[in-house]
């Protein structure tokens, strides 16, 4: 169990629909990061966030937003959802400090988003 | 952008057998991660390398970070079953890029 906690599990939706994904980091953790990984594909980053702040984009589309609570929770919000975008979705966290982001993610189980 | 470039793509093995495999990068990395995932969960971290030429060992599995800055493997001895499995190489670059790229997989299967 890495101690990052994301759900739903399994999210099945339909085209043109908005879905909230959410995560909880390990508890410590500061940054959060969201990741997509498609059928028999690599982890693509999305974004990242830092006790509440963004840090960095990825290739993370415009009808994608996250944010992140000052209970240092993250919710990654998916809008006009197509075909597409079905997917697994991770969650990671890691104990990174500002003064140095280079501590191992540690991710969660994900959540399978299915867009019909 | 950062490439990785990870071989093979997939193993096919008998119980018992060594397995390498390896990732290069077009940039320099100051971290090299490898994670396991297991189907239907998330990656799970196997060994983390911060300095070029580290090599750090984790039971039969044995990473090491290139000499170059550019590379990494992964030895893995004495494959049992539940070492099947994608292993996925990751890497950060310096000076500040806090995102960490993933390689592409090893899909590691064992034949009976």
């Known amino acids: 169990d890495s101690g990052v906690t994301q759900t739903p599990k399994h999210l099945i939706t339909a085209t043109g629909q908005r879905v909230t994904l959410r995560c909880s980091p390990r508890s410590g953790d500061l940054s959060v990061y969201w990741y997509q990984q498609s059928l028999d594909q690599g982890l693509q980053f999305l974004i990242h966030y830092y006790n509440g702040e963004e840090r960095a984009k990825g290739n993370i589309l415009e009808r994608f937003s996250a944010q992140q609570f000052p209970d240092l929770h993250s919710e990654l919000n998916l809008s006009s959802l197509e075909l597409g975008d079905s997917a697994l979705y991770f969650c990671?966290?890691?104990?990174?400090?500002?003064?140095?982001?280079?501590?191992?993610?540690?991710f969660g189980n994900g959540t399978r988003l299915t867009v019909t | 952008g950062q490439q990785l470039n990870q071989s093979p793509q997939s193993m096919f093995i008998q119980e018992g057998e060594d397995v390498s495999m390896n990732c290069t990068s077009s940039s320099i990395f100051n971290t090299w991660l490898w994670y396991k995932q297991d189907p239907g969960e998330g990656p799970v971290l196997l060994i983390a390398?911060?300095?070029?030429?580290e090599l750090t060992s984790n039971g039969r599995l044995t990473a090491q970070f290139g000499i170059t800055r550019k590379d990494s493997f992964l030895n893995i001895s004495a494959s049992i079953p539940s070492d099947v499995g994608i292993y996925f190489c990751?890497?950060?670059?310096?000076?500040?890029?806090?995102?960490?790229?993933f390689g592409t997989g090893t899909r590691l299967t064992i034949i009976p």
């Open positions: 990751a890497g950060r670059v310096p000076f500040g890029n806090e995102k960490l790229t």
């Open positions: 390398l911060y300095k070029a030429g």
């Open positions: 990671a966290s890691s104990a990174d400090r500002a003064s140095s982001y280079n501590s191992p993610l540690h």
